[in-house]
C-alpha cells in the first residue's frame, strides 16, 4: 500500500481488483461520514467559545456571533482568536476528506469532489450550527478558507475584489456578497482554463454555487440595509482604539 495526500487512503486501499460494487458502496458511506463529520465540526462556532473563554460573557445577546461582530464588540485580539477557530475547523474538515480521498490537486486547483463536499458542509455548520441552539455565523471566512484551501489563485483574486470593493464602498457585506457572487464564476472559468475547456464536476459546481447563495442570504439584511442607507460603513481611521472590553 503507497499512501499520498494527494491521491487519498481510499486509492491507496482499494485498487483496481476491487468488486465495483463494493468499492462504490464503501466509497460513498465514507464520502457521507467525512460530509456528516464536517457539519458538526463547522457546527463548532469560535466567537461564542473566545468570548465565554475571555469575558463570561455570550456575544449573542449584544452582536452577531463572527468575526466582525467579536471584533467590534471585544477588539483586536478576541477577533484575531475566533479568526483563527473558524480557519483550524473548516481546514480541518477539509483535512479529513482529504485524507480519504486525497486532495487531487491538478494546476493549483483540487479536484476533489469530496473536499468540496465537505468544505461546503462546514459551511453550512456554521451558519446552521447543530450546537449553540442553531445560532451560527454568517460564514465569510470559512468560504475563505475553503477557497484557499482547495483554490488558491482563485481566493486571491477573490481577496483583491473584495479589498477593492471595500475600500471603494466602505461596506463589508457588499464586499463579501459581491466576491461571493463571483465565485462559482471564477471556479468555472479557471477550470476551463486549465483542463482545456473541461467544465466542473456537479459535486463541484453545486458546492461552489450552494456555497454563494447561502453568502448572499446571511447578508440579506445587511444589503437590505445599504439600500436604505443604514448599514454601518467601516470608517478608516488612524490609531484605531482596541481596548477590550
Not at 6 to 32: C, K, M
Not at 57 to 85: F, M, N, S
Request: with cysteine.
Amino acid at each position: 500500500m503507497s499512501y499520498h495526500i494527494n491521491t487519498g487512503l481510499f486509492s491507496a486501499l482499494f485498487q483496481a481488483q476491487t468488486p465495483e460494487v463494493y468499492h462504490t458502496i464503501i466509497y460513498f458511506a465514507i464520502f457521507l461520514l467525512c460530509a456528516a463529520a464536517a457539519y458538526f465540526i463547522g457546527s463548532i462556532n469560535s466567537a461564542i467559545f473566545v468570548c465565554r473563554a475571555l469575558y463570561g460573557e455570550d456575544i449573542r445577546t449584544g452582536g452577531d456571533a463572527d468575526v466582525l461582530g467579536v471584533w467590534r464588540a471585544y477588539g483586536r485580539r478576541a477577533g484575531l482568536l475566533t479568526l483563527l477557530g473558524d480557519v483550524l475547523k473548516c481546514t480541518l474538515a477539509i483535512l479529513l476528506s482529504a485524507f480519504f480521498f486525497g486532495f487531487r490537486y491538478a494546476g493549483a486547483i483540487s479536484v476533489s469532489e469530496a473536499c468540496y463536499v465537505a468544505a461546503l458542509f462546514a459551511v453550512v455548520g456554521h451558519i446552521f450550527p447543530a450546537y449553540h441552539k442553531g445560532h451560527g455565523g454568517r460564514g465569510a471566512t470559512v468560504t475563505l478558507v475553503m477557497a484557499l484551501v482547495l483554490s488558491p489563485i482563485v481566493a486571491l483574486i477573490l481577496g483583491a475584489v473584495f479589498a477593492l470593493l471595500l475600500f471603494t464602498s466602505k461596506y463589508t457585506a457588499l464586499a463579501t456578497v459581491g466576491a461571493a457572487v463571483l465565485y462559482p464564476v471564477l471556479m468555472s472559468a479557471y477550470f476551463q482554463f486549465v483542463f482545456s475547456g473541461t467544465p466542473m464536476s456537479a459535486f463541484i459546481s453545486v458546492s461552489v454555487i450552494t456555497v454563494a447563495v447561502l453568502l448572499v442570504y446571511t447578508h440579506r439584511e445587511n444589503l437590505k440595509r445599504i439600500g436604505e442607507r443604514t448599514e454601518e460603513r467601516i470608517e478608516w481611521r488612524k490609531g484605531e482604539d482596541d481596548a477590550e472590553k
